[in-house]
């Protein structure tokens, strides 16, 4: 097991541009987040996915980002017509089932994609 | 909305040295977690909390859940180079069904030889 995964690890796009991340959860959890951290700051929620369902989304979430977990195991984050503002690392968390052992919400972290739009 | 503050911002202490943070929440919770967060690194998880007044500890690391569940702290004793790094509490919100976690902003934590 090699732990919660993300690609690309670091993206350049110009304003305006279209990016999508990837991240690959470890491969037993069903429950996987995705949070956005800016300099100084804790992480801030995005959007929740059990299994393939999205069943949570932060009111912070504009139209312009969408994500999707189709098959229920890797995830991607899509931001359209990027702003500079959407500059952040972009984390991706996953957690086992409910009931799995553990701490009920506990959350493993990927090693993020630092977005830079200029 | 929910909201998580976290005092100190900033701590630099020398090695040997006790460290607490401190994290206060607007809402009562459900439940609190503390991660640690390397520079340059990703969150790690350290503990979750869920009773009132709860009490854990970790070697040299004490975790306590206010009586409320409004408030947490995480207490280091006798603080070595490697505690440095960022300290989050998270908790969702008791009146908020979903599992979003709301975290703090953190206490950054410097540790001197």
């Known amino acids: 097991d090699t732990g919660v995964s993300q690609d690309p690890r670091h993206k350049i796009t110009k304003r305006g541009q279209n990016v999508t991340f990837r991240c690959d959860p470890i491969?037993?959890?069903?429950?996987l987040y995705w949070y956005r951290q800016t300099l100084g700051q804790g992480p801030e929620f995005l959007t929740y996915?059990?299994?393939?369902?999205?069943?949570?989304k932060s009111r912070l979430l504009s139209d312009r980002f969408s994500a999707e977990r189709p098959k229920g195991s890797f995830s991607t984050l899509e931001i359209q017509r990027t702003e500079q503002g959407d500059s952040a690392m972009y984390l991706c968390?996953?957690?086992?089932?409910?009931?799995?052992?553990?701490?009920?919400?506990?959350?493993?972290f990927g090693p993020g994609t630092r977005l830079t739009v200029l | 909305g929910q909201q998580v503050m976290q005092i100190p911002q900033y701590q630099h202490v020398q090695e040997g040295e006790d460290f607490t943070t401190y994290c206060n929440s607007s809402?009562?919770?459900?439940?609190i977690q503390w991660y640690k967060q390397r520079p340059g690194g990703h969150p790690v998880f350290l503990i979750q909390?869920?009773?009132?007044?709860e009490v854990k500890k970790q070697k040299r690391l004490t975790f306590q859940f206010g009586e409320a569940k409004k408030n947490s702290s995480l207490h280091i004793t006798a603080t070595q180079t490697t505690d440095v790094g960022t300290y989050f509490c998270?908790?969702?919100?008791?009146?908020?069904?979903?599992?979003?976690?709301?975290f703090g902003k953190g206490t950054t934590l410097s540790v001197s030889s």
């Open positions: 968390a996953s957690s086992p089932p409910v009931g799995s052992g553990g701490a009920y919400n506990e959350q493993f």
């Open positions: 491969s037993e959890h069903n429950r």
């Open positions: 996915f059990q299994n393939e369902a999205q069943l949570e």
């Open positions: 809402t009562t919770l459900s439940n």
């Open positions: 909390l869920v009773k009132s007044g």
């Open positions: 998270a908790g969702n919100d008791i009146n908020q069904a979903g599992t979003a976690l709301i």
